[in-house]
């Protein structure tokens, strides 16, 4: 791990201002991904921002019916939090799936929605990887890539988004607060956070330099039976091979976003108007870009789908 300096942020505000005065900074909270970057030298900031003393780690009711959860709110707080079990349970479930509870007690609802990728070539620093260190190459094209994307590639990468509860923020509509370094505040939607890779698989979310997440915000609960469906190579907390986020209506209609596709929560509004998973994914998977070790993804999708409509059938 190279040398760093170091300091606490005072407010929101302050830690953004923080991160742009001082150059290489990178914000620190749970830590639980960014430690493990730093220790194999794959992320180097000359600077960290401890933002864990700014009291974001609650989760209130807001007008209209819908909830508010601080940046800084542990995943285990928020899996187990009773609103967010009875009325988000796509939500808790997603959480649950996630990680080990060591690992949840010191994610935060911000890192985890921040997490980089687990394709092996970017974790390998002796291998190309255009995320890792821009006009590099792509190793995983070509290289080993059984897990990797199908959804949303380009020639520049092929790599996939690993969080579970983006998943489950995609499918709820949910919306994240910001404040910019000039303190101005922003909520973008979950939908436009994260970015497909193009030509920049390095620039991950639409994030400008140092805005820092503030809060989630989900809107006001539709109902129906709340299902996270993940697919792994091993039970004890392995990444998604494909994961399915639904909420499923009585009429059989429901919301539907896919992990293990693509740079980003994959979902394709249009393909909920359709009933039956064999339909459904087709339209999800329009234009999908598999390689012969990632192909299996496509049948998977749609078997997936299916245990998820028969599970909402009771």
């Not at 009711?61 to 800084?72: E, F, K, W």
């Not at 709110?73 to 990680?99: E, P």
């Not at 109902?223 to 004890?236: E, F, L, M, N, P």
Request: hydrophobic share 40%.
């Amino acid at each position: 791990m190279k040398a760093f300096t170091f300091e606490r942020a005072h407010s929101p505000a302050d830690a953004a201002a923080k991160a742009v005065a001082t150059p290489g900074s990178t914000f620190i909270a749970g830590g639980t991904n960014l430690l493990d970057l730093m220790k194999l030298q794959i992320e180097t900031p000359r600077h960290l921002i401890d933002v864990n003393r700014l009291g974001l780690d609650k989760i209130e009711g807001v007008d209209g019916g819908g909830v508010r959860i601080g940046a800084l709110v542990r995943n285990t707080d928020l899996a187990a939090d009773a609103r967010v079990r009875k009325d988000y349970g796509v939500l808790s479930r997603a959480l649950l799936a996630g990680a080990s509870g060591q690992l949840r007690n010191k994610a935060t609802t911000a890192g985890n929605l921040l997490q980089r990728t687990r394709c092996p070539y970017f974790y390998d620093t002796n291998q190309a990887c255009n995320k890792r260190k821009p006009g590099s190459g792509c190793a995983a094209i070509g290289g080993f890539n059984r897990n990797l994307a199908i959804m949303g590639t380009s020639e520049a990468c092929i790599a996939t988004q690993p969080s579970d509860m983006a998943v489950a923020m995609r499918v709820l509509d949910a919306g994240v607060e910001t404040v910019k370094p000039d303190g101005t505040t922003r909520t973008i939607p979950i939908a436009d956070f994260h970015r497909l890779p193009g030509d920049t698989p390095n620039i991950e979310t639409n994030l400008i330099p140092g805005e820092f997440i503030t809060a989630v915000t989900l809107p006001k609960p539709i109902g129906g039976t709340h299902i996270y469906q993940k697919v792994r190579d091993r039970a004890s907390y392995a990444f998604a091979l494909i994961s399915v986020a639904a909420v499923v209506q009585p009429d059989g209609r429901g919301r539907f976003a896919f992990g293990g596709l693509a740079h980003k929560p994959w979902r394709v509004e249009a393909a909920e108007r359709l009933s039956g998973a064999k339909e459904i994914a087709g339209t999800v998977l329009a234009g999908a870009k598999t390689t012969p070790q990632n192909a299996f993804k496509v049948p998977l999708v749609e078997r997936t789908l299916g245990a998820v409509l028969a599970e909402a059938k009771g």
